[in-house]
């Protein structure tokens, strides 16, 4: 069956110390891994996607990596802006979304 | 990035009443659109795939009489659900796939509306 295991459910940081978050999937026929950033109240905004194992993508403080098995969201020297629970899902060959529960990040100044 | 707007962000409604939830693509054509519930500190659960011009496609396990999906046109989706008990406030999403990215897979969100009933 597919999965998307996201790990660790919570973490908490000091504002400049950095870390990663993971996202480790079993997911037939992987067209795409998503990440995407939630904050309360409102709905998922688009962060990455990664097709390949080896592939990065960076966004400001935020570098996504993608293996065979997993992938990392590796935030450096994080702000308190960046706290919010990111979501990774993905896409099987049928094109359908399989999300993780996310990580809730919060960053302390 | 693409735009999704849905309405209304808020609504607290008396049990046994029905309210309707709008999705709409404000830059862009969506073939497909997407409802999705949430509830606390859990991600999001698929409730159906919408597909303009045709029936929705429903998980198993949501009933497709008490969440009516209706994708009229190519830039809005609608999802009533009827007959509102406790047991169905949630945090309802949307989200849509631009008619030109099937193959990426990028999905745009709306910002979702809060459903409390009374």
């Known amino acids: 069956e597919d999965q998307v295991t996201q790990s660790p459910e919570a973490l908490r940081l000091q504002e400049g110390e950095s870390s990663s978050l993971n996202c480790s999937y079993t997911?037939?026929?992987?067209?795409?891994l998503f990440w995407y950033r939630q904050d309360p109240g409102k709905g998922p905004e688009f962060l990455f996607t990664l097709y390949s194992a080896g592939e990065e993508k960076e966004k400001e403080r935020l570098k996504a990596t993608l293996t065979k098995k997993e992938s990392f969201l590796h935030i450096t020297a994080p702000k308190p802006e960046d706290s919010a629970t990111y979501l990774c899902?993905?896409?099987?060959?049928?094109?359908?979304?399989?999300w993780g529960a996310g990580t809730k990040l919060i960053i302390k100044p | 990035g693409a735009v999704v707007s849905q309405h209304p962000s808020r609504v607290i409604c008396k049990s046994g009443t029905s309210v309707k939830i709008e999705c709409r693509s404000l830059d862009f054509q969506a073939t497909t659109m997407f409802w999705y519930r949430q509830f606390p500190k859990q991600s999001l659960m698929l409730m159906a795939t919408?597909?303009?011009?045709?029936?929705?496609?429903?998980e198993q396990g949501v009933e497709k009489d008490k969440f009516l999906i209706n994708h009229a046109s190519l830039t809005l989706s609608t999802l009533t659900v009827t007959s509102a008990h406790p047991e169905d406030s949630s945090f309802y999403i949307c989200?849509?796939?631009?008619?030109?990215?099937?193959?990426?897979?990028?999905?745009?969100f709306g910002e979702g509306s809060r459903l409390t009933v009374l």
């Open positions: 989200s849509a796939r631009d008619r030109r990215g099937h193959s990426t897979g990028e999905l745009f």
């Open positions: 899902a993905g896409m099987d060959s049928n094109y359908q979304l399989i």
């Open positions: 997911v037939s026929g992987l067209r795409g």
């Open positions: 919408s597909n303009e011009g045709s029936k929705a496609t429903y």
